[in-house]
Nanobody
Framework: QVQLVESGGGLVQAGGSLRLSCAAS????????MGWYRQTPGKRELVATI??????NYADSVKGRFTISRDNAKNTVYLQMKSLKPEDTAVYYC????????????????WGQGTQVTVSS
């Protein structure tokens, strides 16, 4: 069994910064892609993804403001958020594509429990 535990959300004023963390633990051989999504009423949006090799992808709405990174040794992904805007307010979820053994040909996708980010104007 694998668990993803997120931390770092909270309330911040517009223009401020937050750093989210998401640690994967359990029966893990390796983790392929990791990512962050955010959910607002009626909409789920990809925020950023990162491969095991460090290649990144960002939503246009966060480019230049958010940075995704990871620590492969800790199976942890981070999201550094700067210049936050009220429209960044959402529940942020991380996910991870987990391999249980070297013989796996497909990974299993796990999600964190979500962490609330609220940006006040």
């Amino acid at each position: 069994q694998v668990q993803l535990v997120e931390s770092g959300g909270g309330l911040v004023q517009a223009g401020g910064s937050l750093r989210l963390s998401c640690a994967a633990s359990g029966s893990i051989f390796s983790v392929n892609d990791m990512g962050w999504y955010r959910q607002t009423p009626g909409k789920r949006e990809l925020v950023a993804t990162i491969t095991s090799g460090g290649s990144t992808n960002y939503a246009d709405s966060v480019k230049g403001r958010f940075t995704i990174s990871r620590d492969n040794a800790k199976n942890t992904v981070y999201l550094q958020m700067k210049s936050l805007k009220p429209e960044d307010t959402a529940v942020y979820y991380c996910n991870a594509d987990v391999y249980y053994s070297r013989y796996d040909t497909l990974g299993a996708l796990y999600w964190g429990q979500g962490t609330q980010v609220t940006v006040s104007s």
